[in-house]
């Protein structure tokens, strides 16, 4: 491996692949690895020379793992550009609670875990208990993020998801990410938040993952 980011996934719906594979210029090394978790110790390797991991989980399907993982890569990938050793991998879990193995051996490996949650009362449950019966017996440092949160709803959702998470005494990011369109027609495109185009609404949609990218120290703002 040569780029400064790894991203790999163990999430058996293969989405991020379906993905990946669409991007012409991918800016990162990519596998996946559902079928063979045992590779995911490939990564001590990695983390001997420095690199830091990062799992991204919830046990919720359709919260935006696979989003998350591959933009928070691009971003760190962006900002690292001419780095010749791996800084960071990211890795994209199951949304399921039948694969909790495969989730169980990625927090093996995690230095940290990104939790994406969207501010619909649906997602409470499954985030929590991918909380505090996964996460939080591995001791890893975690943080949730809101996600998905579409502006033209209102804030009463997302203060309703704020507060939960408050009482629950999770930590969350100040970085909330916001739904655009463009997020959505990335994957049909083939493109990472990276690649956006040039204009206004696109370049909104891209500050937040560069915002988030910089408050979790994964990489900056360009």
């Known amino acids: 491996m040569t780029a400064a980011v790894y991203v790999v996934s163990i999430d058996p719906q293969a989405s991020t692949v379906w993905w990946a594979n669409r991007i012409d210029d991918l800016p990162f090394d990519f596998s996946q690895e559902h079928e063979t978790p045992e590779n995911l110790k490939a990564l001590e390797t990695l983390k001997d020379q420095g690199a830091k991991v990062h799992v991204v989980a919830n046990q919720k399907g359709g919260v ?23 800084m960071h991998v990211f890795i994209d879990t199951p949304g399921s609670l039948q694969d909790e193995n495969l989730l169980l051996e990625a927090l093996k490996y995690a230095d940290d875990v990104i939790v994406p949650m969207p501010p619909e009362g649906l997602a409470f449950d499954p985030t929590a208990r991918t909380i505090e019966m996964v996460i939080k017996p591995s001791g890893l440092p975690y943080k949730v993020v809101i996600n998905n949160w579409d502006p033209r709803d209102g804030t009463a959702d997302l203060e309703d998801t704020k507060a939960y998470i408050e009482a629950q ?11 655009y369109k463009v997020h959505t027609r990335a994957s049909v495109e083939g493109k990472v938040v990276t690649q ?8 909104e949609a891209r ?16």
């Open 196 to 203: 956006y185009a040039k204009n206004r609404v696109a370049m």
């Open 169 to 179: 005494g999770w930590p969350r990011t100040k970085t909330v990410i916001r739904r």
């Open 64 to 86: 935006g793992k696979t989003t998350a993982t591959l933009n928070l890569g691009a971003v760190a990938a962006h900002v690292l550009a001419g780095a010749d050793t791996v």
């Open 207 to 222: 500050e937040d993952f560069f915002s988030l990218a910089l408050e979790l120290g994964y990489g900056g703002r360009s």
